[in-house]
């Protein structure tokens, strides 16, 4: 089955360092991705990785490693407005024209991350 | 460009009536998707289309249909609205072989 695990909230202090866990289990694997959603609003695209490490954006990373069926979103220097839900996804593998179950996103629950002064 | 556009913001439906959700990209994104995303909980795939005059159920496709007639356009049908269908409907498109999903601004539907 296709099951995707992340912690449902989340507290830090501004000016901290937070890492928000995602575990995944998935019948294919074509990439992982990390949203954005702050509330009331629309998810918005933040890291994509697709091979085992690292990959850094400002004060944003996000690391992977397939073979553990892993991923986690580090945020360094925390500031109010990352309070946001924080999305992974898991793309399943895309074929054109495939069945229902090829090419779409799979995602989790979200984790709501609350920054605190 | 405005992205990725949905139409309306808020709906109030009682039950058993029908609607349409109206979505539209200006980015010429063949594929696009819709999700639904009840309260505390992540997106779940209703439907998608990989370009015009294809599309795919995904997730949670009962109750719902989708047409994609042109590359813009991916409308999301509800037919016979049920208590279980109050959600919110985000709409997202990408392009061939872009990572990323964009998304709409969403629309918020209660059925009572």
């Known amino acids: 089955g296709q099951n995707i695990d992340q912690p449902t909230e989340m507290t830090a202090t501004e000016g901290a360092i937070v890492q928000i866990n995602c575990t995944y289990q998935?019948?294919?694997?074509?990439?992982l991705f990390w949203y954005q959603q702050h509330a009331g609003e629309a998810p918005t695209f933040l890291s994509y990785?697709?091979?085992?490490g690292l990959e850094e954006k400002g004060r944003f990373s996000s690391f992977l490693s397939r073979s553990k069926g892993y991923s986690y979103l580090l945020l360094k220097e925390l500031q109010m407005k990352d309070s946001a839900s924080y999305l992974c996804a898991v793309r399943d593998r895309f074929v054109r024209g495939g069945s229902s179950n090829t090419g779409k996103l799979i995602f989790g629950q979200g984790t709501t991350l609350q920054v605190k002064p | 460009n405005a992205g990725v556009t949905q139409t309306p913001k808020f709906r109030i439906l009682k039950i058993g009536q029908s609607m349409t959700l109206q979505c539209t990209q200006d980015m010429n994104h063949n594929y696009m998707y819709w999700y639904r995303q009840d309260p505390g909980m992540g997106l779940k795939l209703i439907y998608y289309s990989v370009g015009a005059g294809i599309t795919d159920k995904g997730e949670v496709p009962n109750g719902y249909n989708v047409s994609r007639s042109t590359t813009e356009d991916f409308p999301l049908r509800l037919e016979l609205a049920a208590p279980s269908q109050t959600s919110v409907y985000f709409c997202?498109?990408?392009?061939?072989?872009?990572?990323?999903?964009?998304f709409g601004p969403g629309t918020r539907l209660t059925v009572t």
């Open positions: 990785n697709v091979l085992d």
């Open positions: 998935t019948s294919g694997f074509n990439g």
């Open positions: 997202a498109s990408s392009s061939n072989t872009g990572a990323e999903q964009y």
